[in-house]
């Protein structure tokens, strides 16, 4: 079982299910032609996705567009159900900086069909997350800039505060449609300049200067 680590703590935390959203900045649902939603739009990631910084995302063989996606990670800290928004806040035990990989070719070949995104989002190594950061010990204002670089050079850079969906108003969302429970990550969508990495490659992600993430790819 996969666990997260708590940053400048010993406590680590077993992972359940990974919900993630797309489309929650306007400009980045801009740049892939699609409609602006009117609700969070979800998929799932399993948990055997998951690594940490350090370790190395695998590009899979049968994709020739595999896309980098830094996000806002937020980490359950208690079973919910039919949440209100006040319970919805309460229940961000922590947060980090993710990387949502995406075989964009893949995913564009799904949705001309009219299929699920399963095999562009789930295969092994598309879920990359930080050190979390209690949100005890820092309360999310939603000024703080989310970045990601690839080989030292910025490919995305944009405050939380762009998101269209934010973090309460996710889990409260989502939390209507399936139970959540401590241990379960929200990845809660990415910022426009998504674009192609290569074997090779170096990813940098970063949430201010609260926490950071890097994966080399394979």
Not at 40 to 59: D, M, Q, T, Y
Not at 78 to 102: H, W
Request: glycine share 10%.
């Amino acid at each position: 079982m996969k666990k997260v680590r708590i940053k400048n703590s010993g406590e680590e935390i077993p992972v359940g299910k990974i919900v993630c959203v797309g489309r929650n900045y306007a400009a980045h649902a801009a740049e892939l032609g699609n409609e602006i939603p009117a609700k969070p739009v979800l998929f799932l990631k399993p948990a055997s996705a998951l690594i940490f910084s350090g370790e190395n995302i695998i590009h899979p063989d049968f994709s020739q567009n595999m896309h980098h996606e830094a996000e806002l990670v937020l980490l359950v800290g208690r079973d919910l159900k039919n949440a209100g928004r006040a319970e919805a806040e309460k229940a961000i035990y922590g947060f980090g900086v993710g990387l949502d990989m995406t075989l964009r070719d893949i995913q564009d070949e799904l949705k001309k069909n009219g299929h699920p995104w399963t095999i562009a989002k789930c295969f092994d190594t598309s879920a990359a997350v930080s050190e979390l950061i209690l949100s005890d010990n820092h309360n999310l204002d939603m000024n703080e800039e989310l970045s990601l670089s690839v080989n030292g050079i910025t490919k995305q850079k944009e405050k939380l505060n762009m998101m269209l969906f934010p973090p309460a108003q996710l889990i409260e969302y989502i939390s209507s449609i399936m139970t959540l429970e401590r241990g379960d990550l929200i990845y809660t969508g990415t910022p426009a300049g998504v674009g192609r990495v290569s074997r090779g490659d170096k990813i940098t992600a970063q949430l201010g200067g609260l926490v950071s993430l890097e994966c080399g790819v394979i």
